[in-house]
């Protein structure tokens, strides 16, 4: 208990320090944020425009495929809010040595790299993707009870740690390559599939996207289990793979940390 407490007020310390040196730099703190809205309105846009020319896309009429569009832009705000600026600089920290500063800290290395740098700016987008959200489900034609809404933002959290665990996957190779950005920017560009319906793939693409590389988990399926009759299977599956993720996550950073030439040796 003792040491949740510890963690807790260490990442509030984080997202103090965040919005203090955010505000020293305010044009910055505003146009980060429009250049989000911005990308927001272009997804919706999109889809609203298939649906000129489609009565369905997936499966999937246009409220619901509004959900999915909410769901992944929440997504989106909540990787861009923890971790993506972390993810972003690990390859640095790797190849200058720096990421000596952060493994004689007395707390875990791999909290500490993945979520000293929060984005102020984008935790004010996480609140208009809400309200996104709450405009897509108020013209929902058919009521959601309160259970479905619970679980769809408990599965949301469950697919933001199953991104979070690719981004670091591939972001180790760092430690073994010594690139510039590790395989990072792969995930960013597989991460496409994961803007899509999971029902429009099909074939043997559609099993690797949901089950090795399950970037479909992110949004789409908290999306189905909204919009879909339950199907406890979904659940099953969700939660098996982000936590078999994580524990591989947790293997390859040790294993990765063995492999690091700090800046002293």
Not at 215 to 224: D, K
Request: hydrophobic share 50%; net charge positive; with cysteine.
């Amino acid at each position: 208990m003792q040491t949740a407490i510890r963690y807790s007020r260490l990442f509030g310390y984080f997202v103090a320090f965040a919005f203090s040196r955010s505000f020293e730099f305010r044009f910055d703190f505003y146009i980060r944020i429009v250049m989000d809205v911005v990308f927001y309105a272009v997804n919706f846009t999109f889809f609203r425009i298939l649906f000129l020319h489609t009565p369905n896309l997936g499966g999937w009429n246009e409220p619901q495929l509004m959900i999915f569009v909410s769901a992944y832009c929440i997504n989106d705000a909540i990787n861009m809010t923890l971790f993506s600026n972390n993810m972003w600089q690990l390859p640095l920290l790797v190849n200058r040595g720096d990421l000596d500063y952060y493994l004689v800290r007395p707390v875990s290395s791999l909290f500490f790299v993945s979520l000293r740098d929060f984005a102020a700016n984008s935790f004010v987008n996480l609140l208009i993707t809400f309200g996104l959200f709450g405009w897509a489900v108020h013209r929902y034609p058919e009521p959601l009870s309160i259970g479905k809404i619970a679980l769809f933002f408990a599965l949301l959290l469950n697919g933001n740690l199953i991104f979070y665990c690719l981004n670091v996957i591939f972001n180790l190779a760092v430690f073994f390559t010594h690139s510039s950005d590790g395989f990072g920017p792969l995930v960013w560009s597989m991460g496409k599939f994961g803007e899509r319906p999971d029902q429009i793939y099909t074939g043997w693409l559609r099993r690797v996207i949901t089950f090795i590389l399950p970037f479909c988990l992110i949004s789409s399926f908290p999306t189905r289990m909204l919009v879909d009759p339950f199907n406890w299977r979904i659940l099953v599956h969700a939660l098996g793979v982000s936590i078999g993720l994580f524990c591989f996550l947790l293997f390859l950073w040790n294993r990765s940390l063995r492999a690091y030439s700090s800046a002293s040796s």
